[in-house]
């Protein structure tokens, strides 16, 4: 889920109108580089600053009954849908701080990345 998230990043911040490589923190590579996870290529050199926020949001996905844990949704699904939220949420953090390692350091970038991920399952849930 790391290298789907970090893949699908630059997509979903130019899709708002952006240019995903003119953030401040993000790098680019001469030539396209392998994920360690996925083997998927990209461009970016993402911080992980900006990956573990997110990742870390989709435990609100998570269904414990019975001692079994299940998804409520796929974290792929819900990143699907959801990504540019995410993605303008965590950018205009990111354009506060300025800096990777205070941004990972930051509390509120983490709730606020929680916080979105679990309102979107609680109305999810309403719906049903």
């Given at each position: 889920m790391r290298d789907y998230i970090y893949e699908k990043m630059p997509e979903?911040?130019?899709?708002?109108?952006g240019k995903f490589g003119r953030i401040e923190s993000v790098g680019r590579y001469n030539k396209p580089v392998a994920?360690?996870?996925?083997g998927q290529?990209?461009?970016?050199?993402?911080p992980s600053a900006f990956?573990?926020?997110?990742?870390?949001?989709?435990?609100?996905?998570?269904?414990?009954e019975d001692e079994e844990c299940s998804w409520i949704i796929h974290p792929a699904e819900f990143f699907e849908k959801h990504q540019q939220e995410i993605m303008r949420r965590l950018v205009d953090q990111a354009l506060v701080f300025r800096?990777?390692?205070k941004l990972g350091k930051e509390k509120t970038v983490w709730q606020t990345c929680y916080d979105y991920v679990?309102?979107?399952v609680l109305k999810s849930?309403?719906?049903?």
């Amino acid at each position: 889920m790391r290298d789907y998230i970090y893949e699908k990043m630059p997509e979903a911040w130019n899709r708002q109108g952006g240019k995903f490589g003119r953030i401040e923190s993000v790098g680019r590579y001469n030539k396209p580089v392998a994920l360690p996870f996925s083997g998927q290529k990209t461009e970016y050199s993402i911080p992980s600053a900006f990956i573990y926020p997110v990742l870390a949001a989709f435990r609100s996905l998570v269904q414990i009954e019975d001692e079994e844990c299940s998804w409520i949704i796929h974290p792929a699904e819900f990143f699907e849908k959801h990504q540019q939220e995410i993605m303008r949420r965590l950018v205009d953090q990111a354009l506060v701080f300025r800096n990777p390692t205070k941004l990972g350091k930051e509390k509120t970038v983490w709730q606020t990345c929680y916080d979105y991920v679990a309102m979107e399952v609680l109305k999810s849930q309403l719906k049903k």
